[in-house]
T-cell receptor, first 117, second 114 residues
C-alpha cells in the first residue's frame, strides 16, 4: 500500500496567489515526521518544511506552511504569494521513528507546480 | 553555510563499465544516505551509513557497494553498469541520533549509461 499519496500530478497557480499541495499518509507508528522537499528543473532536492507527529502547532517556514490534520492523516503544503521561482516538483515524505528502517524517507510521487505570470 | 557536496555533477559511462560517486556530508553530520531517482520518479532509497557503519539497506543492487570513511565522506561504487542505472543519484546527510532531523541533499550526480 502506498504510504504517501500525492493526488495532484500537476498544479497551476497564478503568480502572487496561494496554492495548496495535498499529501496524505498512512502509518500505524505513533511517532513519525513529515517533510516537504522542492525539486526545481536543475535537479537539486531542497528541504522546505518539517512537521513532527507530536508537534502541537502547524509548522511554518516563511511563505511555506504545513496544514497538519493528524486525524485525517494529511499534511498539505501551503505556499502563499506564489513566485515564478516556485515552479518545481514538490515531494512529500515521511519517516517512521519506531520502524526498524527508521532512517529512510518514504516518498510520494510528487506534484509538479507551475506558476503563471 | 556548507552543504552536501557530490561529485561528479555529471557522469557518462558505457555499459559494463564501473563508476564511483562521492559524497561529502555537511560538517558534523554523521549519517549519510544514498538515493536513486529515475526520470519522472520519486527517489528510491539505496543505503545509509551511521558513524561509518551501514545502518539501513534499501533497493541497492548487488552490483553496487558503498562505504563511509573515517572523515564521514561516502562513496557509491557501481559495477557492470546497465542502461537502467541511468538516473540522478542523491546523497543526503543528517546529524544522526533521533529521527526528527532533516535530511539535507546534495545537488546529485546525473549518471548516463550509454
Amino acid at each position: 500500500a502506498q504510504k504517501i499519496t500525492q493526488t495532484q500530478p500537476g498544479m497551476f497557480v497564478q503568480e502572487k496567489e496561494a496554492v495548496t499541495l495535498d499529501c496524505t499518509y498512512d502509518t500505524s507508528d505513533p511517532s513519525y515526521g513529515l517533510f516537504w522537499y522542492k525539486q526545481p528543473s536543475s535537479g537539486e532536492m531542497i528541504f522546505l518544511i518539517y512537521q513532527g507527529s507530536y508537534d502541537q502547532q502547524n509548522a511554518t517556514e516563511g511563505r511555506y506552511s504545513l496544514n497538519f490534520q493528524k486525524a485525517r492523516k494529511s499534511a498539505n503544503l501551503v505556499i502563499s504569494a506564489s513566485q515564478l521561482g516556485d515552479s518545481a516538483m514538490y515531494f512529500c515524505a515521511m519517516r517512521e521513528f519506531n520502524a526498524g528502517n527508521n532512517r529512510k524517507l518514504i516518498w510520494g510521487l510528487g506534484t509538479s507546480l507551475a506558476v503563471n505570470p | 553555510a556548507a552543504g552536501v557536496i557530490q561529485s561528479p555533477r555529471h557522469l557518462i559511462k558505457e555499459k559494463r563499465e564501473t563508476a564511483t560517486l562521492k559524497c561529502y556530508p555537511i560538517p558534523r553530520h554523521d549519517t549519510v544516505y544514498w538515493y536513486q531517482q529515475g526520470p519522472g520518479q520519486d527517489p528510491q532509497f539505496l543505503i545509509s551509513f551511521y558513524e561509518k557503519m551501514q545502518s539501513d539497506k534499501g533497493s541497492i543492487p548487488d552490483r553496487f557497494s558503498a562505504q563511509q570513511f573515517s572523515d564521514y565522506h561516502s562513496e557509491l561504487n557501481m559495477s557492470s553498469l546497465e542502461l537502467g542505472d541511468s538516473a540522478l543519484y542523491f546523497c543526503a546527510s543528517s546529524p544522526g541520533g533521533g529521527g526528527s532531523e532533516k535530511l539535507f541533499f546534495g545537488s546529485g550526480t546525473q549518471l548516463s549509461v550509454l
